[in-house]
T-cell receptor, first 115, second 115 residues
Framework: AQSVDQPDAHVTLSEGASLELRCSYS??????LFWYVQYPGQSLQFLLK??????VVKGTKGFEAEFRKSNSSFNLKKSPAHWSDSAKYFC?????????????FGEGTKLTVSS | DPKIIQKPKYLVAVTGSEKILICEQY?????MYWYRQSAKKPLEFMFS?????LMDNQTASSRFQPQSSKKNHLDLQITALKPDDSATYFC?????WGAGAETLYFGSGTRLTVL
C-alpha cells in the first residue's frame, strides 16, 4: 500500500534557525515525491518535486529536499527560516505505475516561525 | 489574480439535497482534478480529467459526478448529500496528464458543510 507520513503535526522555531520537516513514504518502487505549501487563507502551492537523479532537489522560496531511498524519506529543509515561512506544509507521493497526478498526501505539518 | 476559480467559497446544504461546485481554470491547462480534504484526513484524490475526458475515478460513490462543459471547466455535482460529505473540495489543474510527476495548481477550495 502507498502512504505518506508526516510525523510532526506542529513545528515551532525561531527566525534564523534551520528548519527541517520530516516526510517518510511507503511505496514498492521509487515514487515521485512532492512538497506543497499552504499559507493561511491561500490555496496549496507547489514547492518542489523529486523525479529521478540528484537526490537533493531545490525548489521555490529557498527550499530544498533530500530524497533518501535507504530510509524512504523526503525531508524538506531551509536555512535560515523566515517568519514568512509560517504555513502548513504537505508532502505527497505519486506512484510511478499508472494513474497520473493521483497524489497521496500526508496529513501536513504546521510550521510556525517566530520573529 | 487567481488562476483557478472555485465557487462558492463556502456552501451549507441539508442532508439529501444536491449541490454543484464550480471550477474554472485560466492557466491553459489540459488536465483538471478534484481532491477532497475531510476533517482529520489528508487530501485525497477524487477524479482526473484530460481534454474533458475522465481518466481516473477514485470515488466509490456515484453520488459524485464531475461535469466538464469546456476544457477549462470541471464542476462537481454531489447528490443525496450526507453529513460525511462535509469537507473542503479542491480543484486543481496541470499542463497535461499522463507523463507523471505533473505539477498541480490548486484552487482555494469550496468548504461544504452538510447539516
Amino acid at each position: 500500500a502507498q502512504s505518506v507520513d508526516q510525523p510532526d503535526a506542529h513545528v515551532t522555531l525561531s527566525e534564523g534557525a534551520s528548519l527541517e520537516l520530516r516526510c517518510s513514504y511507503s511505496y514498492s518502487a521509487a515514487p515521485y515525491l512532492f512538497w506543497y505549501v499552504q499559507y493561511p487563507g491561500q490555496s496549496l502551492q507547489f514547492l518542489l518535486k523529486y523525479i529521478t537523479g540528484d537526490t537533493v532537489v531545490k525548489g521555490t522560496k529557498g527550499f530544498e529536499a533530500e530524497f533518501r531511498k535507504s530510509n524512504s524519506s523526503f525531508n524538506l529543509k531551509k536555512s535560515p527560516a523566515h517568519w514568512s515561512d509560517s504555513a502548513k506544509y504537505f508532502c505527497a507521493l505519486e506512484g510511478t505505475q499508472g494513474g497520473s497526478a493521483k497524489l497521496i498526501f500526508g496529513e501536513g505539518t504546521k510550521l510556525t516561525v517566530s520573529s | 489574480d487567481p488562476k483557478i476559480i472555485q465557487k462558492p467559497k463556502y456552501l451549507v446544504a441539508v442532508t439529501g439535497s444536491e449541490k454543484i461546485l464550480i471550477c474554472e481554470q485560466y492557466l491553459g491547462h489540459n488536465a483538471m482534478y478534484w481532491y477532497r480534504q475531510s476533517a482529520k484526513k489528508p487530501l485525497e484524490f477524487m477524479f482526473s480529467y484530460s481534454y474533458q475526458k475522465l481518466m481516473d475515478n477514485q470515488t466509490a460513490s456515484s453520488r459524485f459526478q464531475p461535469q466538464s462543459s469546456k476544457k477549462n471547466h470541471l464542476d462537481l455535482q454531489i447528490t443525496a448529500l450526507k453529513p460525511d460529505d462535509s469537507a473542503t473540495y479542491f480543484c486543481a489543474s496541470s499542463q497535461d496528464w499522463g507523463a507523471g510527476a505533473e505539477t498541480l495548481y490548486f484552487g482555494s477550495g469550496t468548504r461544504l458543510t452538510v447539516l
